[in-house]
């Protein structure tokens, strides 16, 4: 039997509800370039960090351009996005996100977020959940997208916890493939069917409670 001692959190979707601006962001940049982009097309950015979310829409587009305008392009979608996450308030977490945050720390269990946004630091102090987390590792603190484990090795190691000891919290199939390559349980945030390589699946945090984070207890 291993118990849990750490939780680490995605970010989009999971805690908060960001990723309606992300979409209308991206929507608004394929728009500027001649294509639509839909919601579907969408759920292939979920997780994903920046430039290869654009690598992804500029694909769809059946567009290609050199590294200088993909930049210009990434920043002109980045600022449409902060331009909305500023307005952002308390209001926007997600239903359970700060009872089960509350509760992992009352329970001793440690917090940290695993996210590829570049403005996790802006969202967290605008929605007042960064003191809640002993660790925050975000896309200023990595290399590498998700699926690859990075994100979750980082926050693991900044908690001084092995990976075998973590569970994670993801809305993305990329995310539940990173978090399984750590080494690392992974309970996915959304809908079975697109999460059901997770250990388990709830359909927000309002479900998730620190007894039923101790089912998950068992080797993998």
């Not at 695993?114 to 590792?137: E, R, V």
């Amino acid at each position: 039997m291993t118990s849990i001692k750490a939780c680490l959190f995605d970010l989009d979707g999971v805690l908060v509800d960001t990723a309606k601006y992300h979409y209308l962001a991206w929507k608004r940049l394929a728009k500027d370039l001649g294509f639509t982009f839909t919601e579907q097309d969408n759920e292939k950015l979920k997780g994903v960090s920046r430039m290869a979310s654009l690598d992804i829409l500029l694909g769809l587009g059946g567009l290609e351009f050199g590294d200088a305008k993909k930049q210009d392009l990434a920043e002109r979608k980045n600022g449409w996005y902060v331009e909305a996450i500023s307005k952002m308030d308390h209001s926007e977490i997600l239903p359970g996100a700060l009872e089960f945050l509350k509760a992992c720390r009352d329970n001793g269990i440690k917090t940290a977020l695993g996210s590829a946004s570049k403005n996790a630091m802006t969202i967290l102090d605008n929605t007042g959940l960064t003191p809640y987390f002993d660790a925050i590792i975000d896309g200023t603190h990595t290399t590498n997208a998700k699926p690859d484990p990075e994100v979750f090795l980082l926050g693991a190691a900044a908690l001084s916890v092995p990976p075998g000891q973590c569970v994670v919290f993801e809305d993305a199939e990329a995310g539940v493939e990173a978090a399984h390559r750590a080494g690392m349980r992974c309970v996915g945030v959304g809908s079975p069917a697109t999460l059901g390589q997770a250990e388990a699946v709830v359909p927000s945090l309002q479900e998730m409670t620190v007894e039923r984070l101790n089912e998950l207890s068992i080797v993998r």
